[in-house]
């Protein structure tokens, strides 16, 4: 550990806390900031994040996960932590709901998120549903393009494509420049069927959302539709509800219109399937990266998980009776909406 990290860690802040309340420190790995000159600026001017109160800044949100959330199974290491800092713009407050509501998301979709690893995941990454573009777009923004046509649903349940979307958004998440720069989506809907669109329903896109909104340590930037048929709009229906404000707008339809969509995104990081001068879109690269990264996910996903945890339960709205008849009525609402786009 550095001097500074050392010094926070006997701060009187921390010594005011009864030693009968916090469990013994471990020996937590130390924190190298990674960012240029240029992110370090962006990450001051954007996150409220300052290079010189960095340490003392993860120090305290440690001490809050410590008091408040004592049975939390979470990592408290630096750079864990600032993951969850940086991403609600060092708000302690915010930053401790988000780390909780993350481990909340984990526990609650067993679906997703038991046996998480890319062997368990060949299957999409070998049909092309997803990969990250080799090139950033002009703020730095990774591009994480999905192609939902490329699923078919009789091959495996669509938790699948999600599981591989968290995978992606999990080792995407791990560099300081995505923390600070964010990550930009690119959807292509191109030959996306009613029967297709009709496996996204209510629950889903609930569970979807309430992941990317509230879950998870990143910042979605934009998210580009392409090629959308009019069943969109019944997709849209189904999403929009759920959306923050913020986010539904961050999302822009660009239909076939490429030119549109190279104002966002220049040819140059695209592949010429998008109108790029970047090659092929190639899948194999990337998934060449998550299949490397098999032991990481593997001693983050694939072990017990404790049975206490008792302070995630009120983190996300509760499942319930009432949530369930809520989705069943906008699954009828929806379907009706769906087949009112042909």
Excluded at 188 to 194: E, I, P, Q, R, T
């Amino acid at each position: 550990m550095s001097e500074e990290s050392d010094s926070l860690r006997t701060s009187p802040s921390a010594a005011s806390l009864s030693e009968n309340e916090l469990p013994p420190a471990p020996e937590l790995p130390g924190y190298v900031c990674s960012l240029t000159e240029e992110l370090v600026t962006k990450a001051r001017e954007e996150l409220q994040e300052k290079p010189e109160w960095r340490l003392r800044d993860v120090q305290a949100l440690r001490d809050m996960v410590r008091k408040e959330c004592p049975n939390l199974s979470t990592s408290l290491d630096d750079a864990f932590l600032l993951r969850f800092l940086r991403a609600r713009k060092f708000d302690y407050d915010r930053a401790l709901q988000l780390l909780i509501n993350y481990h909340s998301c984990r526990r609650s979709w067993p679906e997703v998120f038991n046996d998480l690893k890319p062997s368990a995941l060949k299957d999409v990454l070998a049909s092309g549903f997803l990969t990250v573009l080799p090139h950033t777009d002009p703020r730095g923004c990774h591009v994480l393009c999905i192609r939902p046509d490329r699923w078919i649903p009789s091959n495996y349940p669509i938790t699948e494509n999600i599981r591989a979307v968290y995978l992606t958004l999990e080792k995407l998440i791990q560099s300081e420049e995505t923390q600070v720069n964010g990550i930009v989506i690119l959807a292509d809907y191109k030959g996306v069927s009613l029967s297709k669109a009709s496996h996204f329903g209510p629950f889903i896109a609930k569970k979807v959302i309430g992941i990317l909104q509230d879950g998870f340590p990143i910042r979605i930037k934009a998210v580009h539709v392409v090629n959308e048929p009019r069943i969109f709009k019944g997709i849209f229906a189904i999403i929009k509800p759920f959306l923050k404000e913020k986010i539904a707008n961050r999302f822009f339809l660009h239909g076939s219109d490429l030119n549109s969509l190279h104002t966002s995104l220049p040819k140059s990081i695209l592949p010429k399937e998008y109108g790029g001068t970047a090659g092929e879109l190639d899948v194999t690269a990337w998934n060449a990266v998550l299949l490397a990264s098999e032991e990481d996910f593997v001693r983050e996903f694939c072990q017990p998980v404790p049975a206490c945890d008792g302070i995630l339960g009120p983190a996300l709205p509760a499942e319930g009776p009432a949530s369930d008849a809520q989705c069943d009525d906008s699954v009828r609402a929806v379907k009706s909406q769906l087949y009112s786009c042909y």
